[in-house]
């Protein structure tokens, strides 16, 4: 399925209990995890897309977020601002998969976007040589130069 721009793309959930929350996750919805111990994080797969990442509520209050795709995140925060809301976490990167920012609308709704990174570009195959002619019409050719 391709995601499409503006459309919701991410759930985070950000748990004061993140191994608590998984298990009843788990329990209850029958929710798959998959653990990233480097970044502190568990990603979840409902039956359905979206899914989404559980972690340890730190930076925002316990809750979830919903991530927005965009393919331009610094257009759409400015997009943000002059329409009246506010960004309160600046863009930065996910390494490997790309970048995010947190904002707020006008009424205090904390929502977050998603640029993903390009996908790299295919490696150009090297020219292809040119065939060296054999066959009948080279042999004739050479007999007839004699």
């Known amino acids: 399925m ?13 748990s004061n209990a993140p191994e608590k929350t998984k298990s009843f996750l788990r329990d209850v919805f029958g929710w798959k995890f998959e653990d990233m111990p ?3 994080y568990s990603m979840f797969q409902p039956p359905s897309a979206p ?7 730190e930076n925002l209050p316990a809750g979830v977020l919903d991530y927005v795709l965009t393919e331009d995140i610094e257009n ?9 809301g506010a960004v309160t976490m ?7 998969m790309g970048w995010f920012a947190v904002f707020q609308d006008p009424t205090g709704i ?37």
């Open 2 to 14: 391709v995601q499409k721009p503006n459309s919701i793309v991410h759930v985070e959930i950000h």
């Open 76 to 84: 759409t925060l400015r997009k943000i601002t002059s329409s009246g």
């Open 38 to 40: 480097q970044m502190n």
């Open 51 to 57: 899914g989404g990442g559980l972690q340890q509520a």
């Open 110 to 146: 904390t929502l977050a976007l998603y640029e993903a990174q390009a996908p790299p570009r295919p490696a150009r195959k090297a020219p292809r040589k040119a065939a060296k002619r054999t066959g009948r019409k080279a042999k004739k050719s050479s007999k007839r130069s004699r």
């Open 90 to 96: 600046p863009k930065q990167e996910i390494p490997g």
